[in-house]
Structures are given as C-alpha cells and as structure tokens.
Nanobody
Framework: QVQLVESGGGLVQPGGSLRLSCAAS????????MGWYRQAPGKQRELVAT???????YYVDSVKGRFAVSRDKALKTVYLQMNSLKFEDMAVYYC??????????????WGQGTQVTVSS
C-alpha cells in the first residue's frame, strides 16, 4: 500500500493562497492517478480535483480557475495550489490515489488530511 501524507494547510484570509502537498512513500505514486478531496464540518467529503497519470486534470466547478493540481515525479509529491480562497473552501483536505476515476482501497486509504481555515 502507498502511504500518503498531506501538509501545507493553515489559516488564510479570504482571497489568499495556500499550496497543499501530498508526499508519497512505498510504491511509486506515478503508477496511479491522484485525487484531492475535501470535507467541511457537517458535510460529505467531496472530490475537488484529479490528475491522471497522463497529466489530464479535472476540477469541480466551484474551484475551476482558482485551484491547480500538479505533480513532481522526482520528489514523489503532488500539489494543490489554491488561490483566491473563499470561506466555502474551508475544510480538511485529503489526497488519495485513484485509477480511472475510481478509488482503490487496496492501494491507498484515507489519511489524516490537512486543515485549511479561511477566516477574516
């Protein structure tokens, strides 16, 4: 199983930016697609963005034009650059490996995530 550790969250003002990191260990994460999810208090976890192994990206409508996902193969790290942050972006963010748009529990499971707090 691939181990993933999220980091980079914190407190930011509305309109500010953060870059989240997802570091991988174990089997190479480059074998798989990568998904970013988030879960706000009292709400269901939702898919935010994906990056396929071939470099194709997907973003949920609410973050299009503001968020960007990327990958550094040498560092075995994926990133979620978040710009123009809004109150509704406040959530715990998780990264997870995917394949063909599907979760693969036998390969990657939910970690602790990283908290993004947007406050004025």
């Amino acid at each position: 199983q691939v181990q993933l550790v999220e980091s980079g969250g914190g407190l930011v003002q509305p309109g500010g930016s953060l870059r989240l990191s997802c570091a991988a260990s174990g089997s190479s994460f480059s074998f798989y697609d990568m998904g970013w999810y988030r879960q706000a208090p009292g709400k269901q976890r939702e898919l935010v963005a994906t990056l396929s192994r071939g470099g194709v990206t997907y973003y949920v409508d609410s973050v299009k034009g503001r968020f960007a996902v990327s990958r550094d193969k040498a560092l075995k790290t994926v990133y979620l650059q978040m710009n123009s942050l809004k109150f509704e972006d406040m959530a715990v963010y998780y990264c997870i490996l995917m394949s063909g748009g599907r979760l693969i529990p036998g390969v990657s499971s939910w970690g602790q995530g990283t908290q993004v707090t947007v406050s004025s």
